[in-house]
């Protein structure tokens, strides 16, 4: 009989197995952690100073995406510095200047027994030049999310992600996590899934799952179906679970313009039964799902780079505004809409957000507790076209 604690044990191994290296074998990790831009004249390329680093990079991710740059930047001659893992070589040499114009340049990464290598692309480039330089500034102007761009995660081809652009992810969900608890289950099976029938073209279905004997182990029974804009770090999802997602996190959620709506679609239908996080049935208690978005100071009173977690995505002082769909509980007939205007903790500064310091979080889930893990196994909440109304 294997001991639960053992278990957790092996687990916890598993999930480390995501670098390129071997316990066996000294000296041969070929990992990238952190990646920086030098220049000799910052403020004239970075919107700020955290905009010039990419810190803690997970070892799974080979596409390193810097944040845009100013207009107008050259990105013709970009020296990109390096810090690998220990004894690791890179080539080109960290610190030698590249051309970005053409798209991402390709680095490989050698470990120090020459016995592995990882291929890493890094992607810079600058911030196309405002199209529409007249459009009045109370005149709205929309962004578009339709989740018909959805794939398996390239790395294990288990799980479902999403886009809006070409290279990287802008969305993220626990469905990694997922993994982590339920290795066995199919792409389909996660909490996260793409709807192919949705209310116009593909949309997203999150649903409430069990975690199976894993869960019960670590007293997270249930995931919560969830979607949301920014990072999930899957090292942290057993550990310290609320520290696992970034919401708002990667510099395809800075912005520069003022949110005023938050509009889409959805249906949500509640599980049978609610119970809390020991598996206790809480009688009378209905599930309901959530839909919001954040907006919040990207930026920290140290100037490093800042997202929100789990336990402080509502309650964080650097949040500055916030739109929230109200009591999303059980629809009927079909597709609801829902439209909720942004509402103003305090104004944003011109200057801040001219220069890219407030950045957006849009966050979805099927069960409103569920980074608590409370909830009820088979709620569902469906969305489709979900867009923001923004003013310059």
Sequence with gaps: MVKPFSLIAIVAF???LTSCFKDEAPNNECDIVEARIQVENPDEVFFQQSNAELLG???????????????NSDVTALPVYFKTTPGATVSPESGSAQNFANGPVTYVVTSEDGQYSRTYRVFIKAEEANQNPDQPEDQLAYIHYNFENYSLDPATSKFYMWSDYENGYNWATGNPGFSIARGSAK?????????AEGYDGAAVKLETCDTG?????????IAAGNLFTGVFDSKSATKEPLMATHFGDGSYNQINYRPVTLSGYYQYTPGATFKDKNAKVVEGRIDRGDIYAVVFRNVDSEGKAFYLTGDNVLTSPQIVALARVPNVVKTEGGWKKFAVDFNYIRELDAAILANKGYSMAVVFTSSIEGAAF???VGSTLLIDKVSIAYKK
């Design 14 to 16: 598993a999930t480390t």
């Design 57 to 71: 990079i997970e070892s799974t991710k080979t596409d390193l995406i810097f944040p845009d740059l100013r207009p």
């Design 187 to 195: 792409p389909d099976q996660y909490p996260t899934t793409p709807l």
């Design 213 to 221: 004997p894993f869960g019960v182990i670590v007293n997270m029974r």
């Design 374 to 376: 409370e909830g009820a």
